[in-house]
């Protein structure tokens, strides 16, 4: 079968901004774009560049954009990606700086990863029982299955917004160790993690979870952190109010005040209530904002599931 491949070629040395070239192979049964790419160079373009060394999904290394997704070209077969999206369209990491061609700067990267001390603190003479490791590996909610490729960087909205955030990666990283009982620095970890670019700058876009071909699923490593720093106390963030606030409000009245939830949220910082109120004209005038004294159908019943709620805790 022969297939062709969009691929971008761009040297910062020579050209004058990225653009596209096409190329033809003969794809046998099986072939996945990595077993392509290596084929045009080694028979079409000896200057075409990537990354690649294991081969077998586990370095991470050849790690692309192919039609608008972040995969892996060794695990991708050519067929199935035609099949999906009728053509093969292949393109560096976003979010990273182009070096040549498939090849990006990950010294971005490896800085997120070192701002978060991936490894255990432990004191002197401190000891964690046996039986404390039991099933760690299912407490770290796979946590310690990323490879490092950097598809979840690549992905993320709130880094391509803000390059200060600290990433999927990075936070999933973190997670890890506080998930760790060996480790015995989990408050001041969390406390470092609260300023800008940290846990609360996740919008939640899903995209990281969705490119990840580990399954490590950092936005779900992100919510649990979010879960810990509430209980280790740290709830005065407007972004920790929106969660404690959020969950008075629905078990209170039974339904989501989007009037009142703005205002607890930012009650006594003066700077940031002064922000919302044009938002709260514009959920005036389109009707979004409910009657204070309307009482809601099933009010009773979803407060009786919020104090049997708080029993459980």
Not at 92 to 121: G, R
Request: hydrophobic residues 40%; positive net charge; aromatic residues 8%.
């Amino acid at each position: 079968m022969r297939v062709k491949l969009t691929v971008q070629k761009f040297n910062p040395d020579v050209d004058p901004k990225p653009y596209k070239k096409d190329y033809f192979v003969e794809a046998s049964r099986g072939m996945t774009l990595l077993t392509a790419l290596l084929k045009i160079k080694a028979e079409i373009d000896g200057t075409l560049t990537f990354r690649a060394s294991c081969r077998a999904a586990i370095c991470g290394s050849c790690l692309m954009q192919v039609n608008g997704s972040q995969k892996l070209a060794c695990k991708l077969p050519l067929k199935e990606e035609l099949e999906h999206h009728g053509k093969i369209e292949v393109g560096p990491m976003a979010n990273m700086p182009v070096i040549k061609d498939m090849v990006v700067q990950m010294a971005p990267f490896w800085e997120k990863i070192k701002a978060v001390d991936p490894f255990l603190m432990t004191k002197n003479g401190v000891e964690v029982p046996t039986e404390a490791l039991k099933d760690l590996h299912e407490k770290l909610h796979n946590a310690d299955g990323c490879i490092m490729c950097g598809a979840c960087v690549s992905a993320c909205t709130s880094f391509e917004v803000s390059r200060g955030f600290l990433g999927p990666a990075a936070l999933a990283k973190a997670y890890r160790f506080q998930a760790d009982p060996r480790d015995q620095a989990h408050v001041p970890r969390l406390e470092a993690l609260q300023g800008p670019d940290g846990i609360w700058d996740c919008v939640r876009c899903n995209f990281c979870v969705q490119v990840c071909p580990k399954d490590v699923r950092p936005m779900e490593q992100i919510v649990r952190l979010r879960r810990l720093s509430i209980g280790a106390g740290f709830s005065e963030s407007v972004e920790a109010r929106h969660i404690t606030e959020f969950t008075k409000v629905v078990g209170d009245e039974g339904r989501l005040n989007e009037t009142l939830l703005p205002i607890l949220m930012t009650w006594g910082n003066l700077k940031k209530m002064l922000r919302i109120i044009p938002l709260g004209i514009k959920m005036f005038l389109h009707g979004k904002t409910p009657f204070p004294f309307k009482r809601v159908p099933g009010r009773d019943e979803v407060r009786a599931i919020f104090k049997r709620w708080e029993k459980t805790k």
